[in-house]
């Protein structure tokens, strides 16, 4: 069984700073993926970045990047340059390797983004 | 190119009452997915298949059935519906995992805002 812990319900930061969404998980599986997906008030959901299990770089996607940790099993979601449009809630979520594709989510962390 | 569409958008039922939740995508995806989002639980998956006419139970499939007859499309039906399944459900698809190896981002659709009275 896969979990996925995302500890923050909500955070907040000033535009143009840097924030740190965490995501801790729990798997047996050796081969895994893990996603972040954002969540705008609007309701769709929007990929935002990946990382592979056995990637040894860690992910960039724009000003998003992942902090990933294997050893202690965590996938921080770091979003530089904070804009107004980044608030929205995010999820960290989870892809074994024999799932057929099937992602286990987060409960979500609510980003609030202040002028 | 549409991606994931569904149907409707909104809808209120009365308990006890019947629906198909109906979901569409043109991407010629193999597997299909239905979650449900509840507030402080994130999504969590009812149903999926992973083809045309096959499809398996998620973590939450009490109270729902699926039917998958053609790869474009997956429906989701509540037979009687009840009050906790109140929810916004998603539909995603993708790529078989083979393909891309396990970066096969899912793509959702809008969502379906369904309240049970």
């Known amino acids: 069984a896969q979990k996925i812990t995302q500890t923050q319900p909500g955070m907040f930061v000033q535009e143009k700073e840097a924030v740190t969404l965490d995501c801790t998980y729990d798997?047996?599986?050796?081969?895994?993926?893990l996603f972040w997906y954002k969540q705008p008030s609007s309701g769709e959901m929007i990929f935002l970045i990946y990382q592979g299990s056995y990637d040894e770089q860690n992910a960039t996607e724009g000003r998003y990047s992942l902090n990933f940790q294997k050893a202690r099993k965590s996938a921080n979601l770091v979003i530089s340059a904070s804009q107004l449009g980044d608030s929205a809630m995010y999820f960290c979520a989870m892809r074994g390797g024999t799932s057929y594709g099937k992602l286990t989510f987060g409960q979500g962390t609510i980003l609030t983004v202040h002028p | 190119n549409a991606g994931v569409t569904q149907t409707p958008k909104f809808r209120v039922l009365k308990t006890g009452q019947s629906m198909t939740l109906l979901c569409a995508q043109d991407?010629?995806?193999?597997?299909m997915y239905w979650y449900r989002q509840d507030p402080g639980m994130g999504l969590r998956l009812i149903h999926y298949s992973v083809g045309e006419g096959t499809t398996a139970k998620g973590e939450v499939p009490d109270g729902y059935n699926v039917s998958r007859l053609k790869k474009q499309n997956f429906l989701l039906g509540l037979e009687s519906a009840a009050p906790s399944q109140t929810s916004v459900y998603f539909c995603?698809?993708?790529?078989?995992?083979?393909?891309?190896?396990?970066?096969?981002?899912?793509?959702f659709g809008p969502g379906t805002r369904l309240t049970v009275l």
């Open positions: 991407m010629n995806h193999e597997y």
């Open positions: 995603a698809s993708s790529y078989r995992a083979k393909v891309y190896g396990l970066y096969n981002e899912q793509f």
């Open positions: 798997t047996s599986d050796q081969s895994y993926g």
